[in-house]
């Protein structure tokens, strides 16, 4: 056995007794550095090897989210300080070039969302959807967000079960489908069928976003300060501070079953709303069940035209359900695009349509005072009565009263014209391309001094009025909501004196509603005439505002 060793540790010794010569040789420094350089990679190799087994690799991943994101951040910083060096905002060089900066730099924002995953798409998300403010390179790169989210292995929905309810899927239900229906940054959709028989959607939270949440948040908040920082122009980090609340709310699924729960009673005297009931015994923080739904998205016009339902019917209780929740119950659906609507025919009568609403994780509460004024300056708009409008609209924080019933309204609160003729001069051209660029002038500063509780209001409406217009905008949607606020306003007593009074009411809003919907509609025709018949341009753009929020 000696005979097989030796030849080994000969060879060992050799080695060693060359290495300790070679040793002299070097300064004692890079001997140090040397052991330094070990010590260090043994250290990160066995925090490694540690956090794969007690942690599946989480630390490793979150660190390597934090330095992708930290990567990104600077390189966004640098790109935007080395392009603009030298240029000033106002020279036409610097608002020629920035429009690319954005671009470079959202795209380099959107495959980091997409690598980091989770929070980080969510954040996209809301990053998108405040386009109020935000340039529209970022707005439209980051909306890809909405349809490129993550899917997971059915192994990890597989073991969340039995971590919350003690078995697998398919031992809970009578059969269950692990192949996804749909997919969105904090969850998966699946369909199954319960025990006894009812077809069911069972929305899974992905197994690890509570656990990443907390680090992901504050890598996300430490990198927006820090541009902060270096950048002094930059002043969009609200909006993340602003998310935080609401995110946390969405990855409780309790939470979203009470708001859905909670809208199914505000709504329940309209009969063409629909929420689905929740099923409590199959529900938890993580995972929530409810009846599965057949129908069709509110956006699919050719799913809508084979159940031959009237678009114009379907946007007309589109907007009265969502009036409901701003001027009446406050309780108010903070996300309503077409994802979240459903459109099918009313079970207990299928000559109805019937709104079903998805996906109740985040509401707004309204408080009392704010629907009240909300409600009576959309009355004075109707009225004309531009005191009332002046006062209701102080009361709401917002001191431009004229811009803020532009921005609910979505057109010009007056249509000045110079008289009708047959022709449209360069100077009525002019004119009017004038008037357009000042009201989005003052609608983009009044929306940025606008308390937040009303922003909410203005995306809500601007997300339902966006499919409206996809609908080729049948309604006259000002109208509706008018009507929904009027309602709101009537008296808690019904007297013989009290129901003259709100007849009278009633009776002149009609009249005064109907007399500018009128004139509205002429001087669109007039102009739309004028195009057809080639003595106009297409003006149709001046004659609505558009309100991206």
């Not at 925090?47 to 599946?56: E, F, P, S």
């Not at 992708?68 to 060096?85: H, M, N, Q, T």
Request: hydrophobic share 45%; net charge positive; proline share 4%.
């Amino acid at each position: 056995m000696f005979q097989h060793i030796w030849p080994v540790l000969n060879i060992t010794t050799r080695r060693c007794f060359h290495s300790s010569r070679a040793l002299k040789s070097v300064p004692r420094k890079r001997s140090l550095a040397r052991s330094l350089a070990y010590g260090l990679t043994g250290s990160i190799a066995g925090t490694v090897l540690y956090d794969g087994v007690a942690n599946g690799f989480e630390n490793v991943a979150g660190a390597q989210r934090f330095l992708r994101s930290f990567a990104i951040g600077l390189s966004i910083s640098v790109d935007y300080a080395w392009s603009l060096k030298g240029l000033q905002e106002g020279d036409g060089a610097y608002e020629a070039l920035l429009p690319e900066i954005h671009l470079r730099s959202a795209k380099k924002l959107l495959a980091g969302c997409l690598a980091n995953g989770g929070l980080y798409i969510k954040i996209g998300q809301g990053v998108a959807a405040v386009n109020h403010i935000i340039p529209k390179e970022y707005v439209e790169t980051l909306r890809q967000l909405e349809d490129r989210c993550l899917t997971r292995q059915p192994g990890e929905v597989r073991a969340l079960f039995v971590q919350d309810f003690g078995a697998p899927p398919e031992e809970l239900f009578a059969s269950f489908q692990y192949e996804p229906i749909a997919a969105a940054s904090l969850a998966q959709v699946f369909r199954a069928v319960t025990q006894s028989g009812e077809q069911v959607a069972v929305k899974v939270q992905y197994a690890d976003l509570r656990r990443r949440f907390d680090g992901d948040l504050r890598t996300i908040l430490f990198l927006q300060r820090l541009v902060a920082l270096v950048h002094k122009n930059y002043n969009f980090g609200w909006i993340v501070e602003d998310l935080q609340g609401t995110l946390r709310e969405e990855l409780d699924f309790v939470h979203e079953a009470k708001n859905a729960e909670r809208c199914a009673r505000d709504l329940a005297r309209l009969d063409f709303v629909y929420v689905p009931k929740v099923l409590w015994n199959h529900t938890n923080e993580r995972i929530l069940t409810t009846e599965f739904i057949d129908g069709c998205k509110v956006s699919d016009r050719k799913a809508i035209a084979a159940m031959q339902l009237d678009l114009a019917e379907i946007d007309r209780q589109l907007f009265t359900a969502f009036g409901q929740q701003i001027f009446s119950t406050g309780f108010v659906h903070a996300d309503p695009h077409p994802g979240n609507v459903f459109v099918r025919k009313d079970p207990a009568n299928p000559r109805r349509m019937q709104l079903v609403l998805l996906d109740h994780g985040l509401y707004e509460q309204l408080a009392p005072g704010v629907r009240e004024n909300l409600a009576r300056f959309w009355e004075a708009i109707v009225l004309r009565d531009h005191a009332a409008m002046q006062r209701f609209s102080q009361a709401l924080n917002v001191p431009d009263y004229r811009t803020f019933a532009e921005i609910l309204l979505q057109r010009p609160l007056e249509l000045k014209g110079r008289g009708f003729s047959t022709r449209l001069t360069e100077q009525d051209l002019a004119y009017m391309t004038r008037q357009a660029k000042d009201h989005f002038d003052r609608i983009m500063g009044t929306l940025r001094a606008m308390p937040r509780n009303l922003i909410l209001v203005i995306r809500n409406l601007n997300t339902i009025r966006s499919i409206a217009l996809d609908h080729g905008d049948p309604i006259d949607r000002p109208r509706i909501m008018a009507r929904c606020a009027l309602a709101a306003l009537g008296p808690a007593r019904r007297t013989v004196r009290n129901f003259l009074w709100v007849t009278f009411r009633k009776l002149r809003f009609e009249f005064l509603l109907w007399r500018q919907s009128f004139h509205y509609w002429m001087v669109s025709n007039y102009l739309k005439l004028l195009t057809r018949v080639g003595r106009a341009p297409d003006t149709s753009h001046l004659m609505n505002i558009n309100v991206a929020v």
